[in-house]
């Protein structure tokens, strides 16, 4: 296998640094629902600044000869103590009230609440740079890396933008299946974590029917990532409406 350095000067010519208008697509694969948090993380093109998971990643580079690519993991971290806790020294944050984000009464997320892991990975054959790697590396190599790297990590990901301005601190709306929802007492308990579709066992896109509680797989997309429409078959079979997509809701609100 050829030194990583070498490599990684053979294809300094692909390496991007974003620049304002540039559309970086740090927090989801664009084929599936893959983010920095989940199995593999997330593999952002340091040319288009795609995202891919890890089941698409290989594709993208066979498809396009792109070799450079930001690996990002995303862990979130263990609180050691209830933040809400009047004892800490610290008053109770207030709950959001507004669907908004960074406005007054609306959400604060939090970065701090997670560790990341990044470095470069060079396909096909996963060469690994870190940070202190650069550091031993010629200039030319390590200005570019660096600043390719830190402008992806700095740039808001084009999820985040969509999201800002779309929660614009408007009411929230109450559905109209909502007023009068059915809910089956039928002793069906949702795990916290790790689930699966009852039908294919898919493990992405998962969501619980708000009526008997059964989990399935979400809409299948044209180019055939998604689901596998089996959370949409149960409404078509049942006529239960309302079904939440896991991982989106909180004890504290979605």
Not at 8 to 17: D, N
Not at 177 to 203: F, T
Not at 210 to 239: I, P
């Amino acid at each position: 296998m050829a030194d990583v350095g070498e490599v990684l000067m053979s294809v300094l010519s692909t390496i991007r640094v974003p620049k304002p208008g540039d559309r970086v697509h740090k927090d989801e694969c664009a084929l599936s629902f893959s983010s920095p948090e989940s199995e593999g993380g997330l593999y952002v093109c340091m040319n288009s600044f795609l995202g891919f998971g890890s089941q698409y990643v290989d594709r993208h580079h066979a498809r396009t000869g792109q070799r450079a690519y930001l690996h990002i993991t995303r862990t979130r971290k263990t609180k050691k103590e209830d933040e809400n806790n009047s004892g800490s020294g610290h008053p109770p944050k207030k709950k959001p009230t507004r669907l908004a984000i960074g406005i007054e009464g609306g959400f604060d997320v939090e970065q701090e609440l997670y560790e990341e892991d990044v470095k470069v990975v060079i396909l096909p054959d996963k060469q690994e740079v870190t940070s202190e790697d650069l550091a031993t590396m010629p200039d030319v190599v390590r200005e570019r890396v660096s600043l390719s790297m830190t402008g992806i990590m700095a740039a808001d990901s084009v999820s985040h933008t969509l999201q800002v301005q779309q929660w614009d601190g408007e009411v929230r709306q109450e559905s109209k299946h909502a007023a009068d929802l059915k809910q089956l007492d039928n002793g069906v308990k949702i795990p916290p974590s790790g689930w699966r579709c009852e039908v294919c066992d898919l493990q992405e896109n998962i969501w619980m029917n708000l009526t008997d509680g059964k989990v399935l797989c979400g809409r299948r997309y044209f180019d055939g990532s998604g689901g596998n429409n089996h959370a949409l078959l149960h409404f078509q079979e049942t006529g239960y409406p309302l079904a939440v997509k896991l991982g989106t809701i909180t004890p504290d609100g979605a």
